[in-house]
C-alpha cells in the first residue's frame, strides 16, 4: 500500500534558521513526490515536484528536496527561514498510471522573529 | 490565482440539508478532483472525474455525488448533511488524465460549517 508519512505535525524555526521539514514515503513503484504549501485562507500551491529525473529538485521561494530511495525520503530544506514561510506544508505522492495523489498530514511551520 | 475557481467560498447550513459546491478548472484542464480538508482527518481525496467521465473514488461518502459537465465545470452535491461535514472542500485541475505526472492546481476550497 503507498502512504505517505511526515513527521511533526508542528515545527518552529527561528528567522534566519534552517528549515527541515521530513516527509517519508512507502511504494510499491516508482514514486512521484511533491510537496504543496498552504498560506492561510488559501489553497495548496506547488512548491516542487520529483519525477525521477535529478534526485535534487529545487523549488520557488529558496526550498530544495532531495529524494533518497535508500530512505524513501523526500525531505524538505530551505537554508534560511523568512516569516513569509509560515505556512502548512504537505508532503504528496503519486506514481506512474496511478490517479490518486496521496498526501500526508501536513506539517504547519512556525517561523519566529 | 491557480486559475481554478471554486463558488461559493463561505456556506453554513443546517444539518439534514442539501449544498451544492461548483469548481470551474483552469482553461484547458480535463480532469477535476475534489479533496475534504478536516482538522481531524487532514486531506482526504474524494473523487475524480476526466473529460466529464468518473475516473477514481476514494473516500466519498454515499451522501456525497460529483459530476463534471460538458463544459468542464465539476459540481460536488453533499446531502443529508451531518456537523462532521463541516470542512474544507478543495477541487483541483490538471490536464492530464492522472495527477501523477504533473502539478495538482487547487482553488482555495469552499467552507462549509453544519450547524
Known amino acids: 500500500a503507498q502512504s505517505v508519512t511526515q513527521l511533526g505535525s508542528h515545527v518552529s524555526v527561528s528567522e534566519g534558521a534552517l528549515v527541515l521539514l521530513r516527509c517519508n514515503y512507502s511504494s510499491s513503484v516508482p514514486p512521484y513526490l511533491f510537496w504543496y504549501v498552504q498560506y492561510p485562507n488559501q489553497g495548496l500551491q506547488l512548491l516542487l515536484k520529483?519525477?525521477?529525473?535529478?534526485?535534487l529538485v529545487k523549488g520557488i521561494n529558496g526550498f530544495e528536496a532531495e529524494f533518497k530511495k535508500s530512505e524513501t525520503s523526500f525531505h524538505l530544506t530551505k537554508p534560511s527561514a523568512h516569516m513569509s514561510d509560515a505556512a502548512e506544508y504537505f508532503c504528496a505522492l503519486g506514481h506512474t498510471g496511478g490517479f490518486k495523489t496521496i498526501f500526508g498530514a501536513g506539517t504547519r511551520l512556525f517561523v519566529k522573529a | 490565482d491557480s486559475g481554478v475557481t471554486q463558488t461559493p467560498k463561505h456556506l453554513i447550513t443546517a444539518t439534514g440539508q442539501r449544498v451544492t459546491l461548483r469548481c470551474s478548472p483552469r482553461?484547458?484542464?480535463?480532469?477535476v478532483y475534489w479533496y475534504q480538508q478536516s482538522l481531524d482527518q487532514g486531506l482526504q481525496f474524494l473523487i475524480q472525474?476526466?473529460?466529464?467521465?468518473?475516473?477514481a473514488k476514494g473516500n466519498i461518502l454515499e451522501r456525497f455525488s460529483a459530476q463534471q459537465f460538458p463544459d468542464l465545470h465539476s459540481e460536488l452535491n453533499l446531502s443529508s448533511l451531518e456537523l462532521g461535514d463541516s470542512a474544507l472542500y478543495f477541487c483541483?485541475?490538471?490536464?492530464?488524465?492522472?495527477?501523477?505526472?504533473?502539478?495538482?492546481?487547487f482553488g482555495e476550497g469552499s467552507r462549509l460549517t453544519v450547524l
Open positions: 483541483a485541475s490538471t490536464t492530464t488524465g492522472t495527477a501523477n505526472t504533473g502539478e495538482l492546481f
Open positions: 520529483y519525477t525521477s529525473a535529478a534526485t
Open positions: 472525474y476526466y473529460n466529464g467521465e468518473e475516473r
Open positions: 482553461s484547458g484542464d480535463l480532469s
